[in-house]
């Protein structure tokens, strides 16, 4: 028995074409309830808090959409702070006409770029006043190095974008909007700085729990190897390997982890967890 | 003596505030032109040749800039290539108003993000056709892996961006604008790719050229060291230590290079030129 088949080539956009291909094979054991998963503002407000650069959209005299590259930071919900001068284009948009989007990318590194994570936010940037601005500015010095260089010139101006509409995509065929309160109230993933490093150390030395959480907890009980593509607050995403096929699945925490340091034990959780599943 | 002085802080947007602080250090012996410069037009072709995700800013049904993370390919003559699908908003936009900007940004690494390169193409997006259909797809296809499999969906369509304006900005106070006419007939740097290592390769195994290069070719017949910044078609970028402190200049190389793999010997004629008028 060989095990070449794939998951389905995905289309980019979500949307799959007529195809007779078989999807991936289901698990054997039926599995209690989905796990959970980052939801579209999660993600959003993921992405935006790693990092400090982006690109904004505003308006040009003529009502052209001008791009330009900002750094910002950002406030407790999620609002980013831009400290721009009158002396750049933007700078002199946005007092005209305060319609703005901006756009944060994670970094593919070697990976395809379009199965990237980014997030468009859009909205009204408004120069920030009064007790918000002492807030703004230390968001923006807390996220921008040597900010204090340049932020008191009499040119710059320190905008809060107040976002009305939210645009995710998380890579092929995972993508959402969602709205204002959903983006404010939501958290960023606490552990999203050191899944990479989680994810590559549980794939080099702990194949065989993987295993375990693929065949006791997502139902495959007929896997012969399991890898991790992704690790978050809620859970693992695995693809697992069957005599059947490949297939992608998930397992997911007890609790959702709220420190950043939270993935060891909640991974080392799981691991018993599908351990005592197993024996008993 | 100390050699403490740094050359001023630098104002991000490039306009110096009122200052009494001393510039830093002319060179003493009079150089007899200034050292060939990359135009914003070859800056902004290198920048665009050096990557293939960029943000594309479009206008929404509202008129609100909205911006998205786009891959792209690029014409010969600097045009860059879209591949949009009208399930996404991006893709809706242009057919409804063809106006757009796209900003291509180079990785800052480590650096600070503010003095990195980037640049804003600001134009109309159509719809290629007929001969230029097949160049673009071919452009697109050589820079964005995996393209053959959507760009042939029905929802996507390929375009060209009709570049209009375009503004460079390459990191703390050098930036400049220009038009489509510089921009298409400017080049790519070719050794934008190898210029890093060979920066690199220099200060690690060839401080002792370098600082011939500044004594004997930039002025600086004080110089006590001398590091490169940067190097590309036409030249090295130097920063001097000498006695009465530290200042950025330029050496320049007796061609342009106009192949990827020419930093090496243009950087040995350099050296050799130095040698010999420290001889002479």
Partial sequence: VTDTTAPAAPNPHGDAPATTQPGPPPPLREVAEDVRRRTAAEEARTIVAGSNVATLASLSTDGHPW???????????GSPVLCLSTMAEHGRNLPRDPRASLVVATR??????????????????????????????????????????????????????????????????????????????????????????AVAHLNE???????????????????TAARCTAADRYGL????????????TRVGFAEPIIAPNGLRSATVELARRAKAVLAG
């Fill in 108 to 197: 593919a590194g070697d990976n395809d770029p379009l199965d990237s994570g980014r997030v468009t936010l859009a909205g009204t940037a408004e120069a920030a006043t009064g007790l918000e601005l002492d807030d703004a500015r230390d968001a923006y010095k807390a996220a921008v190095q040597g900010a204090e260089a340049f932020m008191d010139f009499g040119d710059f101006t320190t905008y809060v974008l107040r976002v009305a509409r939210v645009r995710w995509v998380g890579g092929f065929g995972r993508m959402d909007s969602t709205d204002a309160a959903s983006y404010a109230a939501a958290q960023p993933d606490p552990v999203a700085v050191s899944a990479p490093y």
């Fill in 237 to 248: 995403d695995l693809v697992v390997s069957t005599p059947r096929g490949r297939a992608p």
């Fill in 67 to 77: 791009g330009s590259f900002v750094t910002y930071g950002t406030l407790a919900d």
């Fill in 205 to 223: 030395d702990h194949a065989d729990s993987l295993l375990e959480m693929a065949q006791a907890l997502a139902g495959y009980t007929d896997a």
